[in-house]
C-alpha cells in the first residue's frame, strides 16, 4: 500500500552528472537558482534554457520523469499565471468584465512561470543524480566550517543518515501495523476529522514503540562497534574532487558569468 | 461455511522490472473445523496468501468465496469479513498500544460495536482461555514478558470469536515453553470451540504435531495438499521444494538405509519409538511406564545409535 513512496526520487544511471561529487550539483543548482533571478530578458532565459536542456540531456534521466517535480506546483502555476495575466496593471490588450488581459500581465506571467519551472526543474535534477545519502555527505564537507563555531555537524549528518535509511524500514513496520488493526476491525477512513486523528493513535503507539525500539537497538550495535560519537571520523568513500569536477565548476563560471554579462548587455542597450 | 479460493492470483508492481506474481493460479477450499498447517520457503507466497483470507489483499485475478458468498463482488463487507477470519501476524505484540491490558483486548469487540459490557465480557473469556491471570487486566501491556504480550495480542483477535483464525509464525521467537503453550491452546481451541485454525509455520515439527491438514506452497505456486503423513512421508519432494521433514521422520530414514525397514511416514516421536522398540522385539510399554522407569537400552544390538538419538525420551 505505502510501498510506493520513493525517497527522494532518485534515478539510477550512468551519466557524468551522476559522477560528479554532490557538491559542485549542490553549489551548482544554487548558483542556477540564483541566476534565474537575474534580469527579466529573452536573452538572458535563453541562456538559463540552453544551459538547463544541456544539463537535463547530460544526466540521461528521461524527461518524463523530470516533469513529475511539475505536477506538484501545476495548481500554484496555473493560479499565479491567472493572476499576473490579469490583474496587472498597465496596457491593455482586450478585456471580459473585470478582467482586463494587459502586455505587462501577460510579460510577468511569463517570466514567473520560466522562473517558477526552472527552479523546480534545477532541484530536481539535483534529487535525480544525487542520493540522499550523497547529499548529506555534500552538506556536511560543505558546512564543516560550522564546527569551529561549535555546530555538531558530523553528528547533524550521521543523524540525518540514519534518519533516511530508516525511512523504508518504519515505512514497512507502518504497513503491518495497519494491516494488523485492519484485521481487528479498524477503520481508518471512516469518520469526522477528530474522529480519524483518534483513529491514527493504534497505529501511532505502535510506530512510537517500534521506532524507540528499533533506536535503542541501534545504539547498543553501534556502541558494540565502538562508536562514541562523530569527532575524528574518516570516511569509507571520502568526497574527493577529480577532473570532471573542475571542469563543472569550470562551466558553472562560464555560465554565470554569461548571466551577468547579458543582463548587463540587455540593461545598457535596452534590449528584449 | 468454507473458504473457498479459485484460480487466485496476485500481481504487484516491482520498480522498473516486470510485473512478479506472489501468487499464482491457486485454488483450495477450506471447510470449517480442519487445522490447517501451511508451510513453503521464504518468499514462497505464504504470508501473500493467508492475507487473502480475510480480505486484507485484494487478488488481482481470480474468485474468492466465503460461506458461498462472493467476496468480490458487490455488496459484500470485507470489514464482516475481518469478523469471522480472524488474522495474527508475525510477532503480533508489535501491535499492543492501549493503556491497559483490557482496553487492548478490548479494541476488536470496540470496532464490532458491541456495548462496553459486552466488549469487557469478552475480553476476560479471550485473556482466560490464552492463560493471562485476572491482576495483569490493569496492566500496560508493554510491561509485560514478551510471551504474555504475544498471549495478549492473540487474546485481542480470541475476543472477536472468529470462525477461523489465521496466525503467522505464532511461536517465532519464543522459548519451549511459550511456544507449546501457544500451540496447545490452538489445539484447545480448535477442539473446543470448533474453531478453524490456519497456521504458517516453519516447523515442521510443530505442523506435524498439531495440524491435519497441509498446505506446502513453493514460488507462489500450492505444491502439495494432504495430511501430515502423506506430505512428509515424500521427503524427496520436500527437499526439492527447499523444506524439510519433521527430525524423527529423517531420522526413520537413517535408519531405514541402516537396515531397518520403518513405515517412511512416521512423523511423531511417539509413533517413532513405538515402531522401534516393536523393531527391537520390545514389548510396547504404556507411556507413563516408561518415562517413570530408568529402562536402559543400551545393552541391545545396535543400540548406541538408539540412545545418541533418543536419549532420556524411552
Redesign the interface.
Known sequence: MIRDITIGQYYRANSPIHALDPRVKIAGTFLFIISLFFKKSLIVYAIATIFLIMVIRCSKVPFRFICRGLKAIIFILLFSVVANMFFTPGEEIFHIGIFRLTKEGVTMAFYLSIRLIYLILGSSILTFTTTPNQLTSGLEKMFGFLNKIRVPVCDIAMMMSIALRFIPILTE?LD??M?????????FDEGNLIQKMKNM??LL??LF??AIRRANDLAMAMEARCYHGSEGRTKMKPLRYSVIDGKAYAILGLYMISMIGASVFVTKFHLV | MSIKLQHITYQYESQGEEPKKAIDDISLEIKPGEFIGIIGHTGSGKSTLIQHFNGLLKATSGSYYFDGEDVYGKGFSIRDLCKKVGFSFQYPEYQLFEATVLDDVCFGPKNMGLTRAEQEKRAREALEAVGIPKKYEMKSPFLLSGGEKRRVAIAGVLAMEPQYFILDEPTAGLDPIGRKKILDLLKKLWKEKGMTIILVSHSMEDIADYATRVLVMKTGKLLMDGTPKQIFGQMNKMQEAGLSVPDVTKCVHMLNERGFSFSEDITQIGEAKDAILAALGEKVLPVSYARKSSYSVSNLSGSNLMSDIFGSEL
Do not use: C, F, Y
Open positions: 513496520e503491518k501495523i494491516k494488523a488493526q485492519m484485521a481487528r476491525g479498524a477503520d493513535i493504534p503507539v505502535p514503540v517500534a
